[in-house]
């Protein structure tokens, strides 16, 4: 059998599993199913669509993001190595809040995946991917300052490259839509709007990334102010 391996270069088998981390709480290859919980913070342009009767008049200003989603994994494809499996796919729903400046916060549920290049690892390299329809929970409301504000459905996606389950670098887009019909009180309406985002997604449980997606948070709302 060891001459046929070295003949077709194949490896030899494993004898002992992959040891998975924090009980599958962190992503890893040699998990089944799986419950993450990811803070994002990140750059974000933002644009905003003001007066239609106006000419130029849309809104564009720097910004930053941070969210925070909880991620359920279900391997959706599973390879094998000797006796034991490994996931080389995972997908399954998504959840969570989103806080921009401005106190702009969204809600989001969707879905979200992760592919791993290589069966096993303890910095396996990944494809990662999510995305969602977002509704605000609370954002300006004109002249009645912020609060708690109704909106039809929005939409998010991103992408990025990952190492082992810890973080990944992302880039993604958010569409807010717009709900300005004449029989809306100027108190009630919201104007077409969305963002462009860069940054950096990771497990909480590794400390830094919930550490950069609070500072992000409070930075926002601190120091940058909506048009």
Not at 17 to 28: E, F, Q
Not at 32 to 45: K, Q, R, W
Not at 68 to 77: K, Q, S
Not at 117 to 130: C, M, Q, V, Y
Request: positive net charge; proline residues 5%.
């Amino acid at each position: 059998m060891r001459a046929l391996r070295q003949r077709y270069q194949l490896d030899e088998p494993e004898a002992t599993p992959g040891k998975v981390r924090w009980r599958c709480l962190i992503a890893d290859p040699s998990c089944g199913f799986g419950v993450e919980i990811n803070a994002t913070s990140a750059y974000a342009y933002r644009l905003r669509q003001g007066d239609v009767s106006v000419a130029g008049s849309t809104v564009a200003w720097n910004s930053a993001r941070a969210q925070y989603d909880i991620w359920i994994n279900f391997p959706a494809a599973v390879e094998s190595r000797g006796p034991f499996k490994y996931t080389r796919l995972t997908l399954g729903p998504k959840g969570g809040v989103i806080a921009s400046d401005g106190s702009s916060l969204w809600g989001d549920i969707g879905i979200a995946g992760r592919y791993w290049f290589k069966k096993r690892g303890r910095i396996t390299p990944a494809f990662e991917f999510s995305s969602a329809l977002t509704f605000a929970l609370y954002q300006d409301r004109g002249v009645d300052g912020f609060g708690a504000q109704r909106s039809p459905v929005g939409f998010t996606a991103d992408f990025g490259i990952g190492l082992g389950g810890f973080g990944a670098l992302i880039v993604g887009g958010q569409f807010d839509s717009p709900m300005a019909r004449e029989d809306i009180p100027e108190s009630e309406r919201i104007y077409a709007s969305g963002m462009f985002f860069v940054g950096f997604r990771g497990n909480i449980l590794w400390g830094l990334p919930a550490a950069g997606a609070v500072a992000t948070h409070a930075l926002a709302q601190r120091l940058v102010e909506t048009p």
